[in-house]
Each structure stands twice: as C-alpha cells, then as structure tokens.
C-alpha cells in the first residue's frame, strides 16, 4: 500500500517568508509526528497528533512553528518568518496507533535562503 | 527519558557479519528497543523492535540481555547497499521517540 508522502520534496524560500509543508499519513494510521533533522544529526522530535489533537507540541523550538491536522489525516507544519536555520530535512511518520511502529515519509527539505 | 549511546560509526567488507551494540542504562520498564536505518536524503526506515532476549526477522535479529541496559543490532552477510545510518531508539513511542546521532555503517567491497 502507499506510504507516508510529503510535498513540496524541496522548498527554498527567502528569510522571512511563510512556508507550508504537508504530510499525507497512511490511510488509517491515527499518531502523525513531525520531525527536523539537520545535516549530520538524528531527526529531532517536533510534534505528534494522536487523531485531530496535538498531543505533545514540546519539540516545537518557537512559536514561529505550527502544525495542524483538521481531519484527522493529513497534516500541514507551518513556519511563519522563515530564518536561515530553520533550514533543514522535516521529515513526517505515523503509526498505526500510539503505541506502535513509526513509518517515515521521504521528507521535504527545507533551504532558506 | 532513556538515553542511548551508540559508536559515531563502523567499517566492514561486503560478506561479514555486522554487530552495533547501542547502551541504554537508565532504559524504563515499559521501554521498547527499536532500530531504524537512514540513508542519505530518505526517512529513516524501521528495522526491528524487541523488549527482551532475541528478536529475528528477514533484515536482521536484536539481542538484549537480560538487563536490559544494552542491545546489539546483528545484521547478517552485510552488502554495499547496508550502507546506512543505524539509530538505536529507546521508549514507549509517541513523544519518547529520541533518536541520538546513530552509528554510519559504510560497508566495503
């Protein structure tokens, strides 16, 4: 079946514009978590969803960054005021439920210029 | 939150057995043990999870102690394509998903 998806695969932007970055979860996979990871370092942890709600938004690294899921699938990170090191891979996973196996999409890769 | 601490990286030749052992000394009861594999420019793909004793699936097989404190990725008669990062991961899910800099396996020929 189809995977985790994420468009745009890359986005470059200019400093301090706003950017929308989307995660398309597998179908009937409730948890969707987002992640950034940077040039040589592990994804680091951003947010999860276990269904429309944010249940853990502590990795957020300022309130320049959003992310919603309004249904209960597809979810969009926002960054508004885009900075140089906001530059990075945003990767998205879900899961089956909470607890289970994360699946990673292929990411976007984010370059502000 | 259980850290982990695994070898910044490794070599071996097409062929060999590969063993990353990765060190999770405060890890929790409820904690589970996963390993995940990166390579460039991809999200990081899950391996294999175990909670004790021996896991084996078609990639790979797990080896935790009975003390949990560490555990030890084996992959068998690696190949060029193994060539990845392996990230140890411990925790019960959702939020407790830390991934530390993983190990960068490069296999030679």
């Known amino acids: 079946g189809a995977g985790v998806s994420q468009t745009p695969s890359n986005k470059v932007t200019e400093k301090g514009k706003y950017v929308e970055l989307r995660c398309d979860p597998i179908?009937?996979?409730?948890?969707l978590y987002w992640y950034r990871q940077s040039l040589g370092q592990g994804p680091e942890f951003l947010i999860y969803?276990?269904?429309?709600?944010?249940?853990?938004d502590s990795g957020l690294p300022n309130d320049r960054f959003f992310a919603v899921r309004p249904e209960g699938s597809v979810s969009t990170l926002k960054i508004q005021r885009t900075e140089r090191g906001d530059s990075a891979m945003y990767l998205c996973?879900?899961?089956?439920?909470?607890?289970?196996?994360?699946?990673f999409g292929p990411g976007t890769r984010l370059t502000v210029l | 939150l259980a850290k982990t601490t695994q070898p910044i990286s490794m070599d071996s030749y097409e062929g060999q057995e590969v063993n990353i052992t990765c060190s999770h000394n405060n890890i929790a009861t409820n904690d589970y043990i996963t390993w995940y594999q990166q390579f460039p420019s991809q999200g990081p793909r899950f391996i294999i999870q175990g909670y004790k004793t021996k896991v084996t699936n078609e990639v790979a097989s797990l080896f935790i102690p009975a003390d949990r404190k560490s555990s030890t990725l084996s992959l068998p008669r690696v190949s060029l394509s193994d060539t990845a990062v392996y990230y140890c991961l411990v925790g019960d899910f959702g939020n407790d998903m830390r991934f530390g800099a993983g190990t960068r396996l490069t296999v030679k020929p």
């Open positions: 179908s009937g996979h409730t948890a």
């Open positions: 996973a879900s899961s089956l439920n909470l607890a289970d196996t994360q699946y």
């Open positions: 969803f276990q269904g429309t709600g944010a249940a853990d």
